[in-house]
Structure formats: structure tokens, C-alpha cells
């Protein structure tokens, strides 16, 4: 998403030309291009698929809205499958419509949770629920903090369910610290799991002030508040050794020359992420 | 500032009219219209000033800057006085141009309350720490939580320093019912202190989408997703007796005429926050 406006093969061209090695993907534009398609191209060009975005969207009361998204998800946990991904991330899904019962609606997260983590265990795909930010907790994300997150995850195996740690929507939070150290304990059944529940972590730095719909602000990294270095330095120490993806909704960025962002993006993560 | 479009009498006389028997002021229009002649308007309309809005801005690191929010609040500590409220809201400021350092500007503002909570204490005024919306945290509130508020004022006694609830900025935090519980049950020295550390109360609901720069979208009370009602028993329940403000930023209320506005959100206060 950071280079949406590069087709997939631009894409893993400008990914290989960049010395980036893995890639996380979007759904919309791999089923446009054909799931094996996509998956084939990646290999060819020595790209590791890191994850697929996004299933969830999982709070709806209708029971046959219910039963659609449950359905959708079972075929995102297919195509990340497909794709060679071990992962799927989650955006839980806002408030429906009319509704005020935030407690509610993630019980239903965790009731899908239960329904979809062993069809994917069984596909070699782990779920990763996402804490979006609290701005978007009634219309896109009932799960707002990373607390949050662990309690849902930690209902069901470590192999099974975890979370995702964006720097964007968690980095306001003083208790990260200590939930990342949480995240990073946790074990699978044969005594370890390298990173714990950490399934993914992505950056993104907080600029301001927010547009319109406070989607499409993110800032390239370094440009703004968050300190990238501190929270890498704290997923490094809670054992996650895993892909760490560049996530950038930016309308800005998305109207520049693609590969241009990409090279960019490789020389602000070396300096204020790795650095 | 719910209705802003309203000159400081025509605001005392649509409250008695609409049966509003106290009001939250705000520093700038009391300033501009003299702080003796505020304070004998109001008490000749028979309202009660609730609040004074706002102290704060404390996170500056230059020394100079530093003393003049320090100054600049023990102005407003005196008007507070002068208006005769016991309650001076403060928003603590967001990180200094080019800081990542949050833990640091928290610090910053408990430091600077070291030095406020006495004074203020000596002219009878309590200050009330106010946890914005994590979506502020960059540029104007670095306290986001009703977590991080409590941590701070309870390092000061419960008659100094107590905490603002406001439904808009908290609504999306699991941890609140348990929170306003422990803020509740603080007690001062004598051992009594109705509503704890609980200062006001201060309710608008949430609505998306957020405008650019998310300042100005507050909703009318019954318009968006936040549970009013079970915010304001929770808070009774922490044994609350204080006032209850309606703080709605919102330019499509402002555009409106003031008193059928100031008449509407009373209708909406009565079914959605009394109800």
C-alpha cells in the first residue's frame, strides 16, 4: 500500500532493484492480478510474500452479514495460503450501524476468532489481529489498543492467533512497552515460538494535522513523532525476529513516481528504523 | 463553547431561560469581556461557573517558554478564583517541535503541576487534568488516557489535583469503568471527598466522518457511538455529584442560532445522558 500506484510486477521489480526482500500484500489488487499469478510472480522474483491484508470485519449482529464475512474470511485465509504467506491480518470492524456496544461487538471478533483460527492452523496460516488506532474505533476497528489485542489472542494457541504492532496506531500508548514484552513471551506447544504472538511489525510515523476521514495521513518515516528506533529496539529484545513492513497511507506519496517512494522509503527505514 | 456564537450575557440569559444552571467558561471570551464583569453577570443570572477552560501547555523544554506557561497558568488559577469556581481545566500541551520523547513531556507536566497545585490550592481552585484523545497526543495533549491523568494526579493530594471525564476523549477505552471507579474512590485529607479525584464531567458523542485537522467534529449528544448514559451512571456510581458539561466543538452547531441550539442539546441531555 505504501506504492499503490505500481501495478504488481512494477511492484516486485522496484522491490528487487531496492534490495527489499519480502513484501506484504493487499487482497484487492492480488485477486485482481490472479492469486497464483501473483504468488508465481513473487517467487520469480525472489520475494517473500510477508502477509496478506486484510481479512476481519467481523462484528456485524445480521446473522447472514455475519455468516458473509466468516465465509470471506475463510477464503482470505485461502488465498494467503496460496500466496506462500504464513500470515493474515485482521481489522476487527467498527460499530453497526445504530449500535453503542463496544464490549459487544468484540465478543463477536472473538467468536469468529474461534470459527476461523483452526481452519487456518490447518492451512499453515496464523490470524494477526491488528489494533487500529482509537480514532477509528466506530467505524473501522472495535480493537484499539494492543491490550486489547493480547486479551483476544491470548483465548486461543500462540501458533494459532497473534497480533500486529504498528508503530501508528499504538504509538500514543504507555503501556506498549510492557505489552510487547507480554506479546514476546508467549510459546507455542512445543516450548517456543520465536517473537511470541508479534506476527508483524509494521511502521508508519505520525504527522499532523490529520486530513479529512483521518485515513491517508500517515507520514514517511521520520517525518514525524514517533520514535521508530525505541519500538524496533523493543520488538528486537521481546524476540521478533520476523518481516518488518513499511505501511504508508499517504496521498502524497501515492502521486509521486513509485520506484522514486520505494528508494526513499529503503533510505528513511535504514536511518531512523534499523539505524 | 458549545454555543460560541453566543456573547457572554446572551449566553447567562438563553441559560436561565433554558433552565441551565451552570456553565464552563472559557478563558478568552472572559478575558475580552473583563473577568469582575463575567463574574457579577453570571452570579446576576444566578449561574454557577463550573469550570474555567484551560490552563496547561507545560510540556515547552526551553527555560523561558517554560516560565511563561508556568506565569501564564497562575493567571488563570486567579481568574479561576475571580470567577468564583473551584475548577481550572488543563490540557497538558503536546511534544516541543522536533521531540519524540512522550515519557519526557508527561514528566514535564507533573513537574510543572508540583509547582501549580499549591497555589491553585491556596485560592481554592482544584485542577483538573484533562486526557484528550490519542489523536492529540502529537500536537496538543501528550496525557491520552484516563490512566496516564489518575498516574499523574495521584502524586498529588486529592483536593489539588482530580481529573476530567469526557465522554468524547474516553468512550473507546475498556479500561474506563475501572478507572473512574479508582478515580471515584479517592479520598482527601479529612477522609471525605465526594467524587473522588472526578472533577467534572463532561459529555459529547462521537461522530465520523472526522473533519480535517479531527478539532471541530464533536457530536450533538444521541448523534454518534458513545453509550452516555452508562458513562454518567458509572460515573454517579463512583459517587460523582458535581456538575455535567456539554462540550461540543462543531462548526455546524456554531453556524446555527445559539439559543435553538443551546435549547436542542438540553432536549438531547435529558434523553441521552439523564434518561
Not at 142 to 169: C, I, K, M, N, W
Request: proline share 5%; hydrophobic share 45%; charged share 25%.
Amino acid at each position: 500500500m505504501t506504492v499503490k500506484q505500481l501495478s504488481l510486477p512494477e511492484l516486485a521489480r522496484a522491490c528487487a532493484r531496492s534490495g527489499v526482500t519480502g513484501v506484504g500484500l493487499w487482497r484487492e489488487p492480488v485477486q485482481a492480478y490472479g492469486i497464483a499469478a501473483a504468488a508465481r510472480l513473487m517467487r520469480e522474483e525472489g520475494l517473500r510474500v510477508t502477509s496478506l491484508c486484510r481479512g476481519g470485519f467481523l462484528t456485524a449482529t445480521a446473522p447472514a452479514e455475519r455468516r458473509r464475512a466468516i465465509d470471506d474470511n475463510r477464503v482470505a485465509i485461502e488465498e494467503a495460503a496460496a500466496l506462500g504467506t504464513d500470515t493474515l491480518v485482521l481489522v476487527s470492524g467498527g460499530l453497526p450501524e445504530g449500535s453503542r456496544d463496544l464490549p459487544g461487538a468484540r465478543e463477536r471478533v472473538a467468536d469468529a476468532l474461534a470459527e476461523l483460527a483452526p481452519y487456518a492452523r490447518e492451512r499453515g496460516v496464523r490470524l494477526a489481529i491488528e489494533p487500529l488506532h482509537p480514532m477509528y474505533a466506530a467505524d473501522r476497528c472495535v480493537v484499539s489498543t494492543l491490550g486489547q489485542a493480547l486479551e483476544l489472542a491470548e483465548r486461543f494457541p500462540a501458533e494459532q492467533v497473534g497480533v500486529v504492532v504498528d508503530t501508528y496506531h499504538l504509538w500514543w500508548d504507555d503501556r506498549v512497552p510492557e505489552l510487547i514484552a507480554r506479546a514476546g513471551a508467549a510459546t507455542g506447544a512445543d516450548g517456543t515460538l520465536p517473537g511470541g504472538r508479534i506476527v508483524v511489525f509494521q511502521v508508519a510515523d505520525w504527522i499532523t494535522p490529520l486530513p479529512a476521514g483521518v485515513l491517508l495521513g500517515r507520514g514517511q518515516l521520520g517525518d514525524g513523532a514517533v520514535d521508530l528506533r525505541a519500538f524496533r529496539a523493543r520488538v528486537d529484545a521481546a524476540g521478533y525476529a520476523g518481516p518488518v513492513e513499511v505501511e504508508l497511507f499517504n496521498e502524497g506519496l501515492w502521486a509521486r513516481d513509485g520506484g522514486d517512494v520505494l528508494a526513499e522509503t529503503v533510505e528513511r527505514y535504514v536511518r531512523h528504523v534499523l539505524g
